[in-house]
Each structure stands twice: as C-alpha cells, then as structure tokens.
C-alpha cells in the first residue's frame, strides 16, 4: 500500500547531504519534494500545509549525530510528525482491566458497534471481518442485518456469517431501529458479547439516510459508531467523513481497500480533518485482511522502515506453534518429508499475499514497489506434491523417472519443476545433516534444547513430589 507516496518520499531523503548539520536549504529541498508527494497522494490540502509547516520547524537547526546521516534525521522527524498526524496522541478508550485500543467495550450487558457508510465503501464485509476479528480473539459477536434499502444485503450478511459461523439476527421486514433493538435485547439474553449492527448506505449523504442512522444510534445508545469509508476515493473519503460527522457523533473510521490505494490520501487526512481516529485498516478481499490501525506502523510502512511487529502478529495468527517446532524438529533430525514441506507452503499462503506481508519488512516496500509478485510457483510446488502417493511423500527417494512424469502430469507442470522441488528438498535435509554432524552448530543448539527439555522435566517430578530414583534415574 502506498507505494507511489513512500518511492517519492524515500527520493526526497536521498538528496539530503550526508554529514553535518541540518541546513536550511537542506531542509527547504526537502520540503518541496514531501510536499508534492502528499498532494500527489490527493492529501488534503491544509493538512500537507500544516504537515510541511511541522516538519520544517523542527528540522531546521537540527544537529545530526556523527553516526546518523542528515536524511535519516529527517525521516525521524517525519515518522514522528506523520504519527502524531494520523493520530498518536489519541487516548484508547478503554475500561479498567481492557486493553484494546479498538473498541469502546461496555462495562455491562453486550458492546454495541453501529457501523455507517456510503454505498459501495464495503461496510457489510467489514461487518463481517470485524466479527471475525473480534471472535478471534475469544469475544463472541453478533452480526445484525439491518440495511432493509440494498436488495440482497440481508442475503449477503446471512451468507457471510454461515461462512465465519457467526449468528446474525435478520427479520424478512421492519424498521431497521426497531430490528436493532430487538437484536441487542436478544443478544443480551443468549450471551452474545458484542453486537455488530450493518446499517444502510447510500450513493451519497442524504438527509433519509441520516436520519434512520441516527434513530437507530437513539434507540440503542451505541459504545462506539464506526464510519466505514473507502480509502481509494482520497479526499472523497475524508468529505464524507465529515458530513458524517456534522450529523453523527462518530466514535472512529475504519478504512477499507488499502491494498488498492497506493496514494494514502485518506489515510493521512481524515484523522486531522474530523478529528476522529482511524480504528481498523481493510487490506484485502479475504475475510481475514482486517488489522488494527497503530499509526506509528503504518508511518514506518509510508517511509518504507517496514513493519515487522504487525508481520511477527501475522506469522503467530497463521502459523501454529506446535507445527512449527515439529517441522523444524523434523527438519533437524532429518526425517522432513515432502507432506511436511506442503504444510509449510500452506502455513506461508494463510500470512496472505506476499506482496502484503513481505513490504513489511525494512527496506522491501521500496524494492518492490508497485509490481506484483508472482505466487503462481508456490501454487505448482503444492500440485506437484498434491500429485504425488503417500508413499512418495514420505519417501521422496521413491520417484525415479516414470513416476516424476506421472507426477508432472498430474501437477500440469514441466519435469524441470518437478527435478527443482526434489532438488530443494534434499538440500535443506543435507543442509541440516551438515549442520548438526559432530561438532557442528545445529548440534551444539540441540543438546543445548536437550537439556533445557530434560532440566523442565525434572522440575515437573519435583513439583508432583515424585524423586528420580523412583524411577531409576539415581537419586534426586
């Protein structure tokens, strides 16, 4: 995301001088680079104003240290103002014993989450992703279908919710105010500790729309009213936003299609427009591309220092622990088969695209830029071993010649790719041998976890009272 924005900032801080102090023609040529990168970015116009100002301000005089290039002093300044721009200094509106930064939560009964938007912003998909953020992360939602204008809205909330098996609480007509309360009431009664109520949008603002919303934020008293907006739209998005907020007592914006935006406009403009935090990020099409919105990652993703706590927090959700110990102990050991190498790739493609998760490491959102990445090789590496026996999978010595062809033409690919696969797979077992022969490192680091292992056991047997020369270990 933002691709454009962070190439022309990150060619700004390269024509910085690169010892010394902070001049003021270094940071005036600076200066007029960001500021055409923000409006280039379709940033408000007296945010980039306001932005530029701030920066200038305090970069000017700015002594660099011997060991830091004035280009990197200036980045920091700009992270810093970018974050507070987006939002850094907002105060999570949390109760006592919560955490979460997101959400209002209610300190009695089920949380109530209204969510308002215009046509096409994706708001009933957002509900849904929210729903299944939130159940992630042990809450149990209710999805309540209360957009009675769009044909088939209550169809596709029913549908999404049998997909991420959440309730949703739907009647075939009525007043949608009158279903919300019916719908808080009920989930008050089953045990449902949120609900998520997706409202009607409209083509644009109007007074109809406004008013059913507002009944409805009436009728039910709402802990937070989220504003779904497209961040494609640019400053189409943060108008809205503001019209919204004339007439709505908005509590947060969730952004959705950033994958697609690669200006950032709305990101960086509707925070100081309407005052209101961004709370949740929409990066893709999938039910699971819905992330918390921190604005000092998202300032470090813009200038192209990466995110890597938001990329380890992906990893964690798609990867299970368990597994992966297993296959690195496997790996070790030597007996890493083509089914464990399958379960990799499968662990690799849950992390989602890896254009997405791989700019999040420093450094490759500018390398890659606006390109896509090709993921079809995965894809043919699982066919290939989908194509294979059992016995073949554990035993990979087992493919001579006929049966790769038999292989290649079951996956649909060139014997080549099959040879490749094989190929890689050997190595990492003869890598690992290698490194864990006498002597060797990987060796050193599992007798190291042998013992870490054997020293847990023990304290296991002393804390059940049980003494190792009960069971013939000598005594202790």
Same mark, same amino acid.
């Not at 240290?65 to 105060?91: A, C, F, N, T, Y």
């Not at 989450?113 to 939130?134: D, S």
């Not at 042990?138 to 549908?159: C, F, H, I, T």
């Given at each position: 995301?933002?691709?454009?924005?962070?190439?022309?900032?990150?060619?700004?801080?390269?024509?910085?001088?690169?010892?010394?102090?902070?001049?003021?023609?270094?940071?005036?040529?600076?200066?007029?680079?960001?500021?055409?990168?923000?409006?280039?970015?379709?940033?408000?116009?007296?945010?980039?104003?306001?932005?530029?100002?701030?920066?200038?301000?305090?970069?000017?005089?700015?002594?660099?240290?011997?060991?830091?290039?004035?280009?990197? #002093?200036?980045?920091?300044?700009?992270?810093?103002?970018?974050?507070?721009?987006?939002?850094?200094?907002?105060?999570?509106?949390?109760?006592?014993?919560?955490?979460?930064?997101?959400?209002?939560?209610?300190?009695?009964?089920?949380?109530?989450?209204?969510?308002?938007?215009?046509?096409?912003?994706?708001?009933?998909?957002?509900?849904?992703?929210?729903?299944?953020?939130?159940?992630?992360?042990?809450?149990?939602?209710?999805?309540?279908?209360?957009?009675? #204008?769009?044909?088939?809205?209550?169809?596709?909330?029913?549908?999404?919710?049998?997909?991420?098996?959440?309730?949703?609480?739907?009647?075939?007509?009525?007043?949608?105010?009158?279903?919300?309360?019916?719908a808080v009431k009920r989930a008050a009664t089953?045990?449902?500790?949120?609900?998520?109520?997706?409202?009607?949008?409209?083509?644009?603002?109007?007074?109809?729309?406004?008013?059913?919303?507002?009944?409805?934020?009436?009728?039910?008293?709402?802990?937070?009213?989220?504003?779904?907006?497209?961040?494609?739209?640019?400053?189409?998005?943060?108008?809205?936003?503001?019209?919204?907020?004339?007439?709505?007592?908005?509590?947060?914006?969730?952004?959705?299609?950033?994958?697609?935006?690669?200006?950032?406009?709305?990101?960086?403009?509707?925070?100081?427009?309407?005052?209101?935090?961004?709370?949740?990020?929409?990066?893709?099409?999938?039910?699971?591309?819905?992330?918390?919105?921190?604005?000092?990652?998202?300032?470090?993703?813009?200038?192209?220092?990466?995110?890597?706590?938001?990329?380890?927090?992906?990893?964690?959700?798609?990867?299970?622990?368990?597994?992966?110990?297993?296959?690195?102990?496997?790996?070790?050991?030597?007996?890493?088969?083509?089914?464990?190498?399958?379960?990799?790739?499968?662990?690799?493609?849950?992390?989602?695209?890896?254009?997405e998760w791989l700019s999040m490491l420093p450094?490759?959102?500018?390398?890659?830029?606006?390109?896509?990445?090709?993921?079809?090789?995965?894809?043919?590496?699982?066919?290939?071993?989908?194509?294979?026996?059992?016995?073949?999978?554990?035993?990979?010595?087992?493919?001579?010649?006929?049966?790769?062809?038999?292989?290649?033409?079951?996956?649909?690919?060139?014997?080549?790719?099959?040879?490749?696969?094989?190929?890689?797979?050997?190595?990492?077992? #003869?890598?690992?041998?290698?490194?864990?022969?006498?002597?060797?490192?990987?060796?050193?680091?599992?007798?190291?976890?042998?013992?870490?292992?054997?020293?847990?056991?023990?304290?296991?047997?002393?804390?059940?009272?049980?003494?190792?020369?009960?069971?013939?270990?000598?005594?202790?």
């Amino acid at each position: 995301m933002f691709e454009s924005l962070s190439q022309r900032l990150t060619d700004a801080f390269s024509r910085l001088g690169r010892s010394g102090s902070l001049t003021e023609a270094d940071v005036d040529e600076a200066l007029r680079s960001i500021r055409t990168a923000l409006l280039t970015a379709d940033v408000h116009l007296s945010v980039v104003k306001k932005l530029v100002n701030d920066i200038r301000e305090r970069a000017v005089g700015e002594n660099v240290l011997e060991s830091v290039e004035p280009g990197q #002093q200036v980045i920091k300044i700009v992270h810093d103002e970018l974050v507070r721009l987006m939002g850094g200094d907002d105060v999570a509106p949390s109760v006592p014993g919560q955490t979460d930064i997101q959400i209002k939560w209610a300190l009695k009964g089920p949380t109530v989450i209204l969510m308002a938007g215009l046509q096409g912003a994706g708001k009933t998909t957002t509900c849904g992703k929210l729903a299944r953020f939130l159940k992630s992360k042990g809450r149990r939602p209710m999805l309540v279908a209360a957009d009675m #204008q769009r044909p088939a809205a209550v169809e596709q909330l029913k549908v999404l919710g049998e997909q991420l098996e959440i309730e949703v609480h739907w009647e075939p007509k009525g007043r949608p105010p009158k279903i919300c309360q019916r719908a808080v009431k009920r989930a008050a009664t089953e045990g449902y500790d949120v609900v998520i109520l997706d409202t009607a949008g409209r083509l644009h603002v109007d007074r109809e729309l406004m008013d059913e919303v507002r009944d409805i934020a009436d009728k039910v008293d709402p802990n937070d009213i989220f504003l779904v907006l497209d961040s494609m739209t640019g400053q189409d998005a943060v108008n809205s936003a503001k019209a919204f907020d004339d007439k709505l007592p908005l509590t947060g914006i969730v952004l959705t299609k950033l994958d697609g935006d690669t200006r950032g406009g709305a990101a960086l403009s509707v925070r100081a427009v309407t005052g209101k935090p961004i709370r949740f990020l929409g990066t893709g099409e999938k039910m699971d591309a819905l992330e918390p919105f921190y604005p000092d990652r998202l300032a470090s993703r813009i200038l192209g220092m990466g995110d890597v706590v938001s990329l380890v927090e992906r990893a964690q959700d798609a990867m299970d622990a368990e597994d992966v110990e297993e296959a690195a102990e496997k790996l070790f050991s030597g007996t890493f088969t083509m089914d464990d190498m399958l379960a990799q790739f499968e662990q690799v493609e849950r992390m989602g695209p890896m254009k997405e998760w791989l700019s999040m490491l420093p450094g490759m959102g500018a390398a890659i830029g606006d390109q896509d990445l090709d993921e079809k090789p995965l894809r043919r590496a699982k066919a290939i071993i989908l194509s294979m026996t059992p016995a073949e999978r554990r035993d990979p010595d087992l493919l001579d010649g006929n049966r790769r062809r038999r292989v290649a033409r079951g996956a649909g690919v060139a014997m080549d790719e099959v040879h490749r696969l094989l190929k890689s797979h050997k190595q990492m077992r #003869q890598m690992m041998k290698q490194l864990k022969s006498e002597g060797g490192m990987m060796n050193k680091l599992m007798d190291r976890r042998f013992r870490k292992g054997k020293e847990k056991q023990l304290r296991e047997l002393k804390r059940r009272g049980i003494r190792t020369s009960d069971l013939g270990f000598g005594e202790g």
